[in-house]
């Protein structure tokens, strides 16, 4: 194409974009889309509404259709819920859970209670 949009269709159905500056989108045939920037950011679009970004430094945005957030780190995965509340697990298994009214709670690895702010 003269604006040097290349288009590729293959059988099963997945379709291919791959435009002047760098950037490849790839449609699946269940519907879902990903997107590859130019400058290495990954994003999808799955059927269901989910998106998900993946940055260059490995980090990893869920934004799901119920209006929660998940973060995937290299340090710990952290969920956002619409309400304020923040879920954060850690490598070792430990999860911190900080409640938009202020409470904060920590588990051990086996769901054992170690810290509660409102007790």
Same mark, same amino acid.
């Given at each position: 194409?003269?604006?040097?949009?290349?288009?590729?269709?293959?059988?099963?159905?997945?379709?291919?974009?791959?435009?002047?500056?760098?950037?490849?989108?790839?449609?699946?045939?269940?519907?879902?889309?990903?997107?590859?920037?130019?400058?290495?950011?990954?994003?999808?679009?799955?059927?269901?509404?989910?998106?998900?970004?993946?940055?260059?430094?490995?980090?990893?945005?869920?934004?799901?259709?119920?209006?929660?957030?998940?973060? !995937?780190?290299?340090? !710990?995965?952290?969920?956002?819920?619409?309400?304020?509340?923040?879920?954060?697990?850690?490598?070792?298994?430990?999860?911190?859970?900080?409640?938009?009214?202020?409470?904060?709670?920590?588990?051990?690895?086996?769901?054992?209670?170690?810290?509660?702010?409102?007790?």
């Amino acid at each position: 194409m003269p604006d040097g949009l290349e288009i590729l269709e293959f059988s099963d159905g997945q379709i291919e974009r791959r435009s002047q500056n760098g950037t490849v989108e790839v449609s699946f045939p269940d519907g879902s889309v990903r997107i590859l920037e130019s400058d290495g950011i990954e994003k999808w679009t799955l059927p269901d509404g989910t998106l998900i970004q993946i940055l260059t430094n490995g980090e990893k945005i869920l934004t799901l259709p119920n209006g929660q957030r998940e973060i !995937h780190t290299n340090t !710990h995965k952290r969920r956002e819920y619409p309400d304020g509340t923040v879920k954060l697990i850690y490598l070792d298994g430990t999860q911190e859970t900080r409640y938009s009214n202020g409470r904060i709670r920590l588990k051990d690895k086996d769901g054992n209670l170690l810290m509660d702010s409102c007790q």
